[in-house]
């Protein structure tokens, strides 16, 4: 199971959607993680809990993408989360 730490928050900011730490996260964070809509849709999900073929399936139930395309942007979009230690 894949979950975003208790400790970061998903706020929108000028029509942008940011990623920012609260807490004791925030003294080893440096800035913030910006996302488009698909990746506020993933984190969303996360910070429920999911695993990464619902991740994939949100991702072609709601844009037009293919399965490939999909498991791609959902690897890189874990990577990025894990290098920052958003989850758990």
Do not use: C, W
């Amino acid at each position: 199971m894949l979950k975003v730490k208790e400790g970061f928050v998903l706020r929108t900011v000028a029509k942008q959607h940011v990623v920012v730490p609260t807490g004791e996260d925030s003294v080893n964070f440096n800035g913030v993680i910006t996302l488009n809509d698909s990746g506020k849709a993933l984190f969303e999900m996360l910070k429920e809990g999911t695993d990464e073929a619902s991740l994939i399936k949100k991702l072609t139930d709601t844009y037009d993408v293919d399965p490939a395309r999909a498991k791609d942007d959902v690897d890189a979009f874990l990577t990025t989360l894990k290098e920052k230690n958003v989850l758990t």
